[in-house]
């Protein structure tokens, strides 16, 4: 079921409620409130219900929300009712900090690929997986279909990385090159960009009361 | 000058503006319009209007904006035209890729310290600095003053050595830890979530058309 066009903003928080759900789930509570669940995000009650109410109704008046229903709903929207086949590409240092990131494995995200383009990094062995040929990820995808091409290759590179993954038939793209990338409209491309994130941060210190 | 406050996904948007107005400024382009604007960052005119409104009059009717002026306002408005001292703390694979960074130090982020707890890695020599041990923050920071401390520890480690780096008197924080932290209300806390930024990917992918 396609659902009508969602804020990213509106993502970031069902992803951050999912996080509170499962702490409440793990401290044995069955039920929670949107005010609850607000406390616990630093937001309001009335943006829970707005947030929640895209999906349709899920709480009774008066009765909060099941915390086992919830979560099982939050995680099936969210995608994460199903395993993802990951590919790395890029071995530095922020591919292989994202290589042995426990986070990703717990979500369902399994780095089943680690590729690169210099020679002397192909062949060889890092957490259980052999370096591969950047060259040999359509052959590769055609064999085992690969979900998510990760990106993290310099920035000048980055482009023609990326005409290679769209060129190997992936469709989904996570890049952490510093540089705006063109994909075709049936490809799905989110940037994480660091330094944004650090402006995040100057702005809210340069505006502060 | 404080601001009324923004979401943050327009701070997001700023942050990309500034990007765009500074390609355009190397292209040699003067004025820009709000339509531009948007075809380059795939949103709306109208989104572009709204998001600079928030900041003041900026264009003229018909003429567009100014490159050059926008480009300062936006980088005063992200709190960019002053150089910020940050100190990274925890000198593992993230901790390291952060460090040498070129995208910080391009926005006046200034690496100025690397922390560890770890005495296999204090003392050690990286980019330039020498890893010293996080017991030793709050002395330096009292004799240097620091804008943000980068967490970049395991999720075990993480609230603890926040409440170093509250108690050294830095109030500036961005966490790479993905568990939520706990600052008192005058520290400002940023935190990228590696997990949730894949589960951005995972909900488009799984709610495409």
Known sequence: MPLKRIA????????????????FENAGLTTVSSEELAARGGTTSAQVRKDLS????????????????????MRRILGLE????????????????LAQYEGFRQRGFRVVGLYDSDSAKI?????DLYVRSVDALADDNREQPVDIAVIA?????????????????????MSFAPIQL????DVTLNTVNMAMELERLSYALSNRE
């Open 8 to 23: 990213d903003s509106t993502v970031r928080r069902l992803s951050l409620y999912l996080r509170f759900l499962e702490e």
């Open 54 to 73: 895209f999906f349709g109704s899920f709480g009774k008046r008066g009765l909060g929300y099941q915390v086992g229903e919830l979560t099982q709903r």
């Open 82 to 97: 199903r395993d993802w086949r990951v590919v790395i590409i890029g071995v530095g240092k922020i591919g292989a900090a």
């Open 123 to 127: 062949g060889r062995e890092m957490y």
């Open 153 to 173: 290759v310099p920035a000048p590179a980055a482009q023609r990385v990326v005409d290679q993954v769209v060129a190997a038939g992936i469709t989904g793209i």
């Open 182 to 185: 063109h994909v075709p409209s």
